[in-house]
């Protein structure tokens, strides 16, 4: 059973991941035909490439180091102090990294513009926005999206640190100071570089922030001039190539400079009799200055874009503002209204999640439970094949699609059309389900298996019986996160999307843009709404069927 899916996997990721990345890569050092070899070194010295590229590097470098300082308190408080045993509030700081980052970066910039939320609050702070428009802006939000990620890492990696090694240098006479800096820091390191190097390649290879933010101060980065060169006229997919090629060197870059990190700060702290993580009781001065450290970060970074959002939904005529009576549903209304694109774009973004959420349950299950255990090349060139997409930035992944797929769109007439959008979005997010399902076939005692067969179950009957069951959670979980993200994705969507056709976030995107606000914030509250619901329907459906 095994070997007869193994081939047809094999063939199939070939074409939906292989093909389009081989394809991008040969795009980039060919022009008309003919193989050049300097084009891609030409994109890279030229004017315009190289400021969107340092403007890349700079954004990464800066996100990476403001996330750090966001997120260091947090993961100390939050992992050796008594307000670990507030365990909501590790739920509650993964509302910014859930929250999609244009959706945020439109409530910042409705918050702080000219005659903005804040002015209108305070007129005092009128002439804010000259602060933050600028690259600093853009830090700001890009780091309160990606904090949360940087607090799971610092977190469980300070959890991991045992005590005692802290409890030996204060015996031995060392100083807090001396004893963070020669014995914590040392080994956060290793967890530290992941999640640096992962807040640094998401950063680079981030649309949503550079194209609603950044373009607003002028500023272009890596994303938005390859979005600009694969969709605008003169369309110049071979430029568009040359930068993702560029982009996917320095990403497998800094993920070489990692993994070198890494390795050389590895310590081995935990014995056999294993550690305790000792909470230390909270001093007054501790309780008052941690309760105003989380609330002010709550504020910030959920409390601000969510406000904006929410108000300007509400707000009724927009020159009027926060004023008394300039509120209603009216912006709602209209949204649901058939005159309007908003059911369309809802039920478009509905049906095409779905569907592609269901392909990658089925495809991903099949390439886990197929390659589970298995060690031949096929094997682990198909499981290589399925998690690839989550190691590329997604706006390469998409050019390399659209440039092979309207190579052989003569034979094959997908592109420019709603199946483009779906295998695009299966594509991309593919390796969700393949990690939740090969996760729990790691921790299954294969000896349910083995009594399978010693009672002469076929190998399909005891995928179907034993195997399906077991996994069906990592399944359902692999959907789940498949669909809420491709509800909300905005890459893939503006940029594959046929003519005419629109899904929530192009909708949200072109009602902002065109300065129907209001029409806009209210289909992204929809958004957020609808998501976070599905959310909670199949958590309480998985712990129902949860084994």
């Known amino acids: 059973m095994r070997k007869s899916l193994a081939i047809p996997l094999l063939i199939l ?13 040969f795009r980039s050092f060919t022009f008309e035909g003919q193989l050049q070899s300097g084009l891609a070194a030409t994109s890279l010295i030229s004017s315009e ?32 102090t008594a307000f670990a045993r507030h365990t909501w509030l590790s739920i509650v700081f993964l509302i910014p990294f859930m929250t999609p980052p244009y959706i945020a970066s439109m409530g910042w910039i409705l918050f702080t513009q000219k005659r903005g939320l804040l002015s209108q609050m305070i007129p005092a702070l009128q002439g804010v926005e000259q602060y933050f428009f600028t690259f600093g802006g853009i830090v700001l939000v890009m780091s309160l999206h990606s904090f949360p990620f940087m607090l ?15 409890e030996a240098g204060a015996i031995l006479g060392a100083s807090r100071a001396y004893r963070t800096r020669r014995l914590t820091l040392p080994l956060l390191t290793s967890g530290y570089a992941i999640g640096a190097l992962l ?4 950063t680079l290879s981030e649309y949503g922030t550079p194209a609603t ?13 390859i979005h600009r060169k694969a969709s605008f006229m003169p369309v ?4 568009a190539a040359r930068l993702s090629t560029i982009l996917v060197g320095i990403c497998i870059t800094f993920w070489f400079l990692q993994n070198t990190i890494s390795n050389h700060t590895s310590y081995a702290t935990l014995g056999q009799k294993g550690s305790r993580n000792q909470l230390s009781k909270n001093s007054l001065r501790v309780s008052i200055s941690g309760w105003t450290y989380i609330i002010l970060l709550l504020i910030v970074s959920i409390g601000i874009p969510y406000f904006s959002i929410i108000m300007t939904s509400l707000i009724k005529i927009r020159g009027y503002g926060l004023r008394a009576g300039n509120y209603s549903l009216q912006a709602y209304q209209k949204l649901f209204s058939i005159e309007t694109e908003g059911l369309r774009a809802l039920w478009n973004s509905f049906y095409l999640s779905a569907i592609a959420a269901t392909l990658a349950a089925i495809l991903g299950t099949s390439i886990a439970l197929t390659t589970h255990n298995k060690k031949g090349n096929s094997y682990k060139t198909i499981q290589a094949l399925g998690l690839l997409p989550e190691m590329l930035p997604n706006i390469v992944l998409v050019i390399g699609m659209m440039i092979f797929w309207n190579l052989i769109s003569r034979w094959i007439p997908l ?12 594509v991309m997010f593919l390796p969700y389900t393949i990690q939740y399902v090969g996760g729990i076939l790691t921790q299954m005692n294969n000896h349910l298996i083995q009594a399978g067969r010693v009672f002469g179950a076929t190998d399909f009957y005891v995928k179907r019986k034993i195997l399906l069951p077991l996994v069906f959670r990592g399944t359902l979980a692999g959907w789940m996160m498949t669909f809420i993200i491709c509800f909300r994705e905005l890459v893939a969507s503006s940029l594959v999307l046929p003519v005419g056709y629109v899904t929530v976030s192009t909708y949200i995107l072109r009602e902002f843009e065109q300065g129907s606000v209001s029409l806009g914030m209210s289909m992204a509250v929809i958004c957020v709404l609808c998501t976070t619901l599905v959310l909670l329907v199949l958590n309480q459906y998985t712990k129902k069927v949860s084994l």
């Not at 592109?415 to 299966?426: D, E, K, P, R, V």
């Open 13 to 25: 990721l070939a074409v939906m991941v292989a093909f389009p990345i081989a394809t991008l890569v």
């Open 49 to 80: 490439s190289r400021i969107s590229i340092l403007n890349s590097l700079k954004l990464g470098f800066w996100v990476v180091i403001v996330s750090t300082l966001l997120a260091y308190p947090l993961a100390h408080l939050l992992s050796k």
């Open 152 to 166: 799971n890492f610092l977190k469980n990696a300070m959890m991991n640190i045992s005590p005692n090694l802290d």
């Open 199 to 202: 807040v640094f390649v998401k």
């Open 213 to 225: 933010l950044g373009l607003r101060i002028g500023m272009e980065f890596f994303t938005t001039q």
């Open 236 to 239: 110049d997919f071979g430029g």
């Open 415 to 426: 592109y420019n059309t709603q199946g483009m959008l779906i295998l695009a979005y299966l």
